[in-house]
């Protein structure tokens, strides 16, 4: 099969589409031949060598794909060749076939394609666990979710205004302020233009969960942003690593400060999340509620121009590459 390697030897690390071995699926595993897969930020990381993939996961790239059954391993049951599933990936989406452990696979409801199979699991999965699992935000309660016109972004409005909660977002400019508002967002801050902690507590009067990328740049106005007993959530450091906390605003306001990766969980953990979803959410995903965002969709070929997408904060939703028409 072919697979995108990284050239580790070129300055640009560029992207080749090349012949690579085929995975054989080991026991509890079934083969699917990817049809779509879809580019995740944490793909440029792995890209320039800073996010290796965990041990036992695929070495490519890709978090995630849509696809068709084509082989099932040894103890496998209740899937046949030819249903057409999607799947959460530790890694090896960029690529025209893998193994994935069978609980992590989703049957794809007759009207959904390959394309918005392939962008839903990475994203709905990480604003599910994140908000629901992690934070436990409640019906009723606000939340702030820090780039709300990217991928997880996307998806966790949807989901949490699904679940009756209140929403307000950051992002970087008019067409996403506009999308998110759109998704069901109340409040779209500039924040470049404003102090998303002041326009919050003017607006909602404090959030109980913040979902945030940024953690060292907005640590200081998450705490001011949070209400009593608020959680924050850091799901990336985009903002960089550190930054002083006052411990005070912590200990009198009695914040949680969560972290979490959603990549590095075990098969158990993972599958607990596929469930959990598939019980609160999917009914509502099947019948078209709640959708991927998608911002485009190229062949896996152009997988750099697609990355080059992200790099440059030039999507809103995801962008998907398809491996085969
Ligand atoms: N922990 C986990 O398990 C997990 C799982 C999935 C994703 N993630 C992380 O969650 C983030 C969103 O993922 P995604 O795939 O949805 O990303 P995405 O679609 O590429 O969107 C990321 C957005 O973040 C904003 N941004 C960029 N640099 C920023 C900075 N320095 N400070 C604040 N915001 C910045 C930009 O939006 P604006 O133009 O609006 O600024 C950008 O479009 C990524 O960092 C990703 O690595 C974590």
Redesign the pocket.
């Known amino acids: 099969m072919k697979a995108i390697l990284v050239d580790e030897t070129s300055p640009e690390r560029a992207l080749r589409w090349a012949e690579v071995p085929d995975p054989v699926p080991g026991p509890g595993e079934v083969l699917v031949d990817i049809h779509a897969t879809a580019?995740?930020?944490?793909d440029l990381?792995q890209r320039a060598g800073n996010y290796p993939p965990p041990p036992g996961a695929p070495s490519y790239l890709g978090?995630e794909m849509a696809g068709v059954v084509a082989g099932l391993g040894p103890g496998v049951t209740g899937w046949q060749v030819g249903e057409r599933v999607c799947a959460l990936l530790a890694g090896g989406g960029y690529a025209e076939r893998i193994a994935v452990p069978a609980p992590l696979l989703v049957r794809l409801p007759a009207d959904w394609d390959f394309v918005k199979a392939a962008a839903f699991p990475?994203?709905f999965y990480?604003a599910f666990?994140?908000l629901f699992m992690e934070a436990q935000l409640q019906a009723g309660e606000s939340v702030l979710i820090?780039?709300?016109?990217?991928?997880?972004?996307?998806?966790a409005i949807q989901l949490a205004r699904a679940e009756g909660c209140r929403v307000a977002v950051?992002?970087?400019?008019p067409e996403?302020r506009r999308r998110s508002l759109e998704l069901g967002a109340e409040l779209a801050v500039d924040?470049r233009e404003e102090d998303f902690a002041a326009a919050v507590q003017e607006r909602l009067g404090g959030v109980d969960v913040i979902l945030d990328?940024?953690g060292g740049?907005?640590l200081e106005r998450n705490l001011k942003a949070l209400k009593l007993k608020g959680r924050l959530v850091?799901?990336?450091?985009?903002?960089g690593p550190t930054a002083p906390i006052d411990l005070g605003l912590v200990l009198r306001k009695r914040l949680r400060l969560i972290g979490?990766?959603?990549?590095s969980r075990s098969l158990e953990e993972k599958t607990r999340i596929v469930e959990g979803f598939a019980i609160r959410f999917w009914p509502r995903m099947a019948a078209g509620r709640i959708a991927p965002v998608i911002e485009t969709a190229l062949p896996i070929t152009r997988a750099a121009e697609a990355h080059q997408l992200?790099a440059e904060?030039?999507?809103i939703?995801?962008?998907v590459l398809v491996v085969r028409q």
């Open positions: 580019v995740n930020r944490a990381l978090l990475e994203v990480t666990v994140n820090h780039g709300g016109a990217s991928g997880v972004g996307t998806a950051t992002a970087g400019s996403k924040y990328i940024s740049a907005y850091l799901i990336a450091l985009l903002g979490s990766l959603l990549r992200l904060n030039r999507n939703g995801k962008v």
